[in-house]
C-alpha cells in the first residue's frame, strides 16, 4: 500500500485523542456534568439574587490546557484592600465540571492586594466563572473560556 | 496513602509596606471520589477541604477548596508586611486531620 505520511499522522492522532478521551471519561462514577445554570444557580445563592456586575477582575488562566488535571486560575481583583474598601471573597466556578464550585478564598486587608493561583481539574472545555464580593456587599464577576485537550476529573 | 507534607515559601525579610507573595504547596491526592481503582471500585472522597493562613495568631487568609482542586493543592496568595513575626499554616482533611507549617520573617 503507497505511504502517504499526513493520513497516517492524522489517523494516529486522532485515535490517540480518542483514546485519552475515553480514560479521562472512564474516571467518573458519574457521567453527568454540571453546566451554565449549575454556575448561574450558585452565583444567584452567593449573591442573594442581586447578581454581579462586570470589571474589576483580571483571570489568568491558559486559553488551551494539554492536561485537564492541573490546570492554572489565577485572578486579580482591582481593590485598595483597606478597612473601609476591600474584598471578602472571591469563588472560582466552572460550568462544565460534576460540580460547578472550585475554591473559594477570603481574604482580608492584610493581603495588601486581592490575588490568589491555584490549579485547578477540568473535565473538558468550558466556561471558568470569578466571583467577587466585596466589603461593600457588591460583587463583581468575570468569566474566561478554557480549551481543554484531555479531561481530567479522576482521583 | 503517599505521605502528606507540607511546603511553604515565604521570604525571610520584607520592607515595611511590602506586598509579598506567599505560595503554599501539600502532597496530597486530592481524591474527589469519583475515580475507580484497578477493581472497578469507586476510590472514596478524600480532599483537602480547608487552607488557612495566620500571622502572629492573626487570621489573614483562608481557602475552601472543592474535589475540582488538582492533587497537590498548591496556593499562592499575598501578604502585606508590616512588623517581624512568624506565620503559621494549616490544612485540613476530610475527617479533620490538621498539617501544619510555620515560617518566620523579619520585617525592616
Known sequence: ?155 | MSKIKPRVKVPKSADAGEIIEIKALISHPMHTGRAKDKEGNVIPRKIINTFRASFNGTPVFSAALEPAVSANPFISFPFKATESGSFEFTWVEDGGAEFTAKNDMTVG
Open chain 1, 1 to 155: 500500500m503507497k505511504y502517504t505520511m499526513n493520513f497516517q499522522d492524522i489517523s494516529r492522532r486522532k485515535a490517540l485523542g480518542l483514546l485519552g478521551g475515553a480514560v479521562a471519561l472512564s474516571a467518573f462514577a458519574s457521567p453527568v456534568l454540571a453546566d451554565a445554570a449549575a454556575v448561574s444557580g450558585k452565583i444567584k445563592e452567593l449573591t442573594g439574587g442581586a447578581g454581579a456586575s462586570e470589571g474589576a477582575i483580571t483571570l489568568d488562566i491558559p486559553e488551551i490546557a494539554e492536561n485537564g488535571n492541573a490546570v492554572k486560575i489565577g485572578f486579580d481583583v482591582d481593590s485598595p484592600m483597606t478597612d473601609s474598601d476591600y474584598v471578602k471573597a472571591v469563588h472560582v466556578m466552572a460550568d462544565g465540571n460534576p460540580t460547578p464550585e472550585v475554591a473559594s478564598f477570603n481574604f482580608s486587608p492584610a493581603n495588601g492586594a486581592c490575588t490568589a493561583s491555584t490549579r485547578m481539574r477540568l473535565a473538558k472545555t468550558q466556561n471558568v466563572v470569578v466571583l467577587a464580593e466585596m466589603s461593600d456587599g457588591s460583587f463583581k464577576q468575570a468569566t474566561g473560556t478554557i480549551k481543554v485537550t484531555i479531561g481530567g476529573c479522576g482521583g
